[in-house]
């Protein structure tokens, strides 16, 4: 009975959601803060595919009317959490009496996300330690919520989403959610990246408890920091210093190491009172292999010497661009717009022409993307980088971008 209330509700959603778009598309008026208001108050409570789709759209700035993307942004600081009685349920499955373990277990939690929440508690010995908890249940109802959000992701075709494209973000979407049901594997993941990085005195990344972590609870020990999303009022000196490490790292994680962290939103990363970054969740790891690495570098010179030719050479290497006819001219217009990021010097991330240049031109973009047609194994990827550059403009980065793509422009040439 509760999985078929479910499918009603995500139905009504996608009903909702779609009737918005079509008359968008008609030129009538559609009332997005409304739609926005819906889908945050239905996809908070249901939790699970639908709110991690919406989070996952979200983060692609440039996409969505700014009234419907603020408010599913909030879905990634501000979704209501679920009641401590049914979070209770997977304690108890997790520890039998959890009293025995913990002497205290905070009711309120201090972050929720689509796939469960996270609870301070005290040990009998009087540490403190943070529980992720999944919600109950969403096991037993993930695959019946994959098939309506497929439903629900046909309404991408409004945006011209090529279909192959909107399959690719489901399969990603399918992977990384049966991915996150996996507690322990995220605790093997912290332990992995605790030994990787354990000569970087600028990046924290909590210890996972695996006496006390299990299928449906993770523990760690609690590392308090300000998160990302928090930092807007902070002091520059404060900000350019956890930009100057968030781009260190991706750096490292992509050239050195061959994997990236791809749930970029903001809440998965803060800032500790010495100033150094804080890698909160590792649910979403991606494998990146230097056969996609090297096509993707290769693009961006190609971008950066604004060679539209050698764009669409590049983009066919990577497997994309199918369709007749190469777009030149929204080539030309893409490598304008990126090229300043990039020039020689130290560049603002926060400089609102640049963004609002990169606005404008996702439209056209979408709308070419049936010649364009990238590759679906780079989606995940791409979106991953997008989220982590929309938490450098975030923090109002300034970063020489010149003189940090020159080494790896050469590593992509061969050039030692």
Known sequence: MRERGRSRRLLGLGARTGGALLRSRL??????????EALFEGLSELKGPAMKLAQIVSQWDDLLPP?????????QRQAEPMPWPRIRESLEAQYGDFDRVFSEVETTPFASASMGQVHRARTHEGEIVVLKVQYPGLADVLE????????IMHLGRWFKVPQARLDALFDELVESLRGELDYRAEAAALAR????????????????????????????????????????????????????HLADWLTEELFIHGELH??????????????????????AVILVPES???????????????????MDTALRKMGGRQGEGAPLALYRESAEAIAPLFAPGVQDFGDVRVHRRLRDLSPRIWAALDRLQPPADTLLLSRALNGHYWNLVRLQARLDMHARSQPLLAWANGIS
Request: glycine share 8%; aromatic share 6%.
């Open 262 to 283: 791809a749930d970029p939103h903001a809440g998965n990363f803060a800032c500790d009172e010495q100033g150094r970054l804080i890698l909160y969740d590792l649910g």
């Open 67 to 75: 009234d419907l993307a603020d408010e599913l942004a909030r879905l």
């Open 144 to 151: 019946s919520d994959l098939t309506q959000v497929r439903r």
């Open 193 to 244: 990246y605790r030994a990787r990085y354990a000569d970087h005195d600028w990046l924290v990344i909590p210890e996972p408890l695996m006496g006390l972590s299990g299928e449906r609870v993770l523990a760690m020990r609690y590392v308090p920091g300000t998160p990302l999303r928090d930092l807007e009022a902070a002091s520059d000196d404060l900000r350019q210093r956890v930009a100057t």
């Open 27 to 36: 030129g009538g008026q559609s009332d997005w803060r409304a739609l926005g």
């Open 292 to 310: 996609r690495l090297k096509p993707m570098i290769e693009l961006l010179q190609a971008t950066l010497e604004q060679d539209a030719m050698a």
